[in-house]
């Protein structure tokens, strides 16, 4: 059976599958990543650590990569999208 | 301020995908201090992403039965930053870490070619190997339209991964001519060990149609991709997706490799017979030494863990299987060259640099890529050109040359934790 870890993108409850990473849960609230500096609602490109367009805040530590962190339970994920 | 951990290794292992994984295992054999450094949250590179959880036994299943089984020091989640006088510098999320080694063996994989096209922002716009690597990770596609677009054989590998995880693969869009392409599979199928695979996409990807002379014009939606238009064989039409995957072939990750002075050939790490570089004591296996896949990362990088572990006799033995696997590196190269038509799907106002937002036009007025980068932005984000830079590349034939430390963006205190003999900059 497949566990599952439930945490919250900009407040709302957000559940995937074990050692699914944050950017999977921020795509799955919804949300963009970030926004540009010129205004753009970006996501991930690469899904592998070198585009940084999934940057996000976690626990409130901002500009982390959302592709190369797994979601832990109750983390707090801030999408600026 | 974060604290510091102190590594030594007899040999250092950079990048924990094939290429390292098997590099590490040779030179484990020795009984040698092994570290196998990576970036990652798990080894596996991109290719075995998450293979780690994947339930029944198989090929890849042996080498992490084997590299749990040794005592090889896997330092997870690393991100290598700086490298000079026999020393790496990495980042992980709780301290900076030094690293000293007696021999190097750098094994940091390819990433993806991305091309600018009108809309190649928009969020759900992805790599080819971006979307692979994001349902690796978790996420649910069941019941999407996807679009996958470049070129190369990864899209095929994509589209097949994509449906078995439940998408609706709408079609897949090749750049290359059919002619090349139906060259392509025939060599393949007399490639060592590749007709299987070749045969198991085809059954996979069944019904899904696959256009050559086809590639993305523009991409259109509301905060995501809702619409794809493509020129087919000189048509346009437009396709509804929720995903749009584009990607147009691989290119090495050699920033490392060019920070610690490894001579590079035609953008590849240059290495001899036992896969050392330039320098001595350094080597370098998989993709960085060119394009060649799986199984050839698997045996360039066994010779290089024997070869820097000292053990010449086992890595002569593995010549001849290496060489017939790097005829795939001459036929990846052959089928897939880009046309030129992709160099002018770009607008003046579609952006080139993501980080830094810089549009077309901004770049048209440089003639180099560091004249870009000091008028313009371009590349001087937090990707650090890593997009951008092979973009710009193939755009306008730009020599991409400057590499700095950091080659990551770190925290201070990462930088203030390196000493400064390892800081010093390389003679």
């Not at chain 1, 559940?15 to 950017?23: L, N, P, Y």
């Not at chain 2, 990495?90 to 030094?98: I, K, L, P, R």
Request: charged share 20%; with cysteine.
């Amino acid at each position: 059976m497949s566990e599952s870890v439930s945490v919250r993108v900009n407040g709302k409850a957000v559940t995937v599958r074990a050692g699914a990473t944050v950017a999977v849960a921020v795509l799955a609230s919804g949300a963009a990543c970030r926004t540009s500096v010129s205004g753009q609602p970006r996501s991930p490109l690469c899904g592998m650590g070198t585009c940084f367009e999934c940057r996000v805040a976690i626990n409130g530590e901002p500009q982390r990569r959302s592709c190369q962190v797994l979601c832990e339970s109750n983390m707090e994920i801030e999408a600026y999208g | 301020m974060d604290s510091v951990k102190h590594l030594r290794f007899d040999v250092a292992v950079v990048g924990a995908g094939p290429a390292g994984i098997a590099a590490a295992l040779a030179a484990a054999d020795s009984g040698k201090s092994i570290g196998l450094i990576d970036d990652n949250p798990a080894a596996g590179g991109q290719i075995w992403r998450g293979a780690q959880t994947e339930p029944r036994p198989s090929a890849k299943s042996v080498w992490f039965d084997r590299l749990n089984k040794s005592a090889i020091q896997i330092v997870r989640g690393a991100r290598v930053f700086h490298a000079a006088n026999g020393e790496l510098a990495a980042e992980c999320d709780d301290s900076a870490v030094q690293i000293t080694y007696g021999r190097l063996i750098v094994a940091t994989g390819a990433r993806e070619l991305f091309l600018p096209f009108p809309g190649w922002t928009l969020p759900n716009v992805m790599g080819a190997g971006g979307l692979q690597a994001l349902l690796k990770s978790g996420l649910d596609i069941a019941g999407k339209r996807v679009v996958i677009a470049g070129t190369g054989p990864l899209l095929l590998a994509v589209a097949a991964y994509a449906r078995k995880c439940g998408a609706k693969v709408v079609g897949i869009c090749e750049q290359t001519t059919w002619p090349r392409m139906v060259r392509f599979g025939m060599k393949m199928l007399l490639a060592p060990g590749k007709a299987p695979e070749a045969l198991r996409f085809a059954y996979d990807l069944r019904g899904i149609p696959h256009w050559t002379d086809c590639w993305p014009v523009a991409a259109f939606g509301n905060r995501r991709v809702e619409i794809v238009r493509i020129s087919r064989q000189g048509q346009t039409s437009e396709i509804e997706c929720d995903y749009l995957a584009c990607g147009f072939h691989l290119i090495p990750n050699v920033e490392l490799p060019r920070m610690c002075g490894c001579r590079l050939q035609q953008g590849f790490v240059e290495v001899d017979e036992c896969q050392q570089t330039s320098v001595a004591g350094t080597y370098c296996a998989g993709e960085p030494t060119g394009i060649g896949g799986l199984e050839l990362a698997l045996v360039e990088g066994e010779i290089a863990g024997y070869a820097a572990t000292n053990w010449e006799d086992r890595a002569k033995h593995l010549f001849a299987k290496r060489a017939r696997h790097q005829k795939v590196v001459g036929i990846l190269k052959d089928a897939f060259p880009l046309r030129s038509e992709l160099k002018n799907l770009a607008r003046p106002d579609t952006l080139v640099c993501r980080c830094e937002d810089v549009p077309h036009e901004r770049l048209c007025e440089h003639s180099s890529w560091r004249a870009a980068k000091l008028h313009a932005r371009c590349g001087m984000g937090p990707c650090q050109g890593r997009v951008c830079a092979p973009a710009a590349e193939f755009l306008f034939g730009w020599e991409i040359d400057s590499v700095r430390p950091p080659v990551f963006p770190v925290r201070c205190s990462s930088l203030a934790a390196i000493p400064s003999h390892t800081a010093a900059p390389r003679n």
